[in-house]
């Protein structure tokens, strides 16, 4: 098989290799799709503390499963799955609340074990047994599937925002992630809804989500327009999907009252801290809230999402492209000149 191999910061190689031997419990996928995430960008950039090279990246991942180990249930040769990236340890209190996304001692597919950018990959017992492979209608459509995982965490996001029904909400990052916020926000009934960002071509490539205002950061005064726009209320919900500890800092000012944000992107380890008005926070009666990935059943929900077309992720999908490309697809994301690139192992 044809496998992208990440050899250390800056390098990449794809490789022929031997399909990997399926053992007693694990399962064998052949990977559809795989898209690119901005933490794989990050990986091929500076690496990261959970993947020792030579491993196989990407976890974004949708296929087919084409072999089924001895002893396992539930799962048949033939399904379409997505796979859920924390493997997490199933026994402490997170695990045993399903939330496995907080499990002290997870480990990941495409970071511990080998992930995605590959024809096929294999799910270990540990995934297989703790559920890791969630199973898709038999009409659904993989590439789109591939976009389960980071709507999947866009969910757990929102979970804790309770956006009602006509309320204002903020979105600054029109990425993928900021577009797919955006996308959910009107799902659970948001009024108006504003996407910022300081790049004009991430803002171009994002009309197409539909949000009813656009706002260059860079060139327009962010908290003029949006106070403008709301009648000088501010918003009730004001999401950062950026690596941006000043969009933090302006989003908390732009809360009205009983206001929540939502602190989805997180900041460089060597600059995480920002400069906190806690009386904005105690005066307004404000919510503050972080996210990391999500957890099992929030999978199943964006899945849902996807398939039913309630968020349509062919629209978020701006660049495929085969596994020698895989690359040039980091780049595309890394510049902003894709939403969401995907590689696809159809030949």
Known sequence: MRAAFFLGPGKMEVRDVEIPRVEDGEILIKVAACAIC????????????????????????????????????????????????????????????GLQNLCPEQKYIGYDYPGGFAEYMKMPRKGVEHGNLLVLPADADLLEASLVEPLSCVVNGQSYLNIGLGETVLVIGAGPIGCMHVAMA????????????ISEERLQLAQRIGADLYINSAQENLKEVVLRATDGLGV???????????AQEQALELLAPQGRMSLFGGLPKDKPTI??????????????????????????????????????AKDLITHVLPLEKVVEGIDLVKTGKALKAVVSMEK
């Open 275 to 312: 400069t906190f008005n806690s009386n904005i926070v105690h005066y307004k009666e404000i919510g503050v809230f972080g996210v990391f990935a999500s957890h099992a059943s929030q999978y199943e929900e964006a899945a849902k999402l996807i398939y039913t077309q309630r968020v349509k």
């Open 186 to 197: 009107r799902n659970h009934g948001a009024g108006k809804i504003f996407l910022a960002d």
């Open 38 to 97: 901005g933490t794989d960008v990050r990986i091929f950039q500076h690496g990261h503390s959970h993947v020792v090279p030579p491993q196989i990246t990407g976890h974004e991942i949708a296929g087919e499963i084409v072999e089924v180990g001895k002893g396992v249930e539930g799962y048949r040769v033939g399904d379409k799955v997505v796979v859920i990236t924390v493997i997490s340890c199933g026994r402490c209190s997170y695990c045993r609340k």
């Open 236 to 246: 009730n919900v004001a999401i950062v999907a950026a690596s941006s500890g000043s």
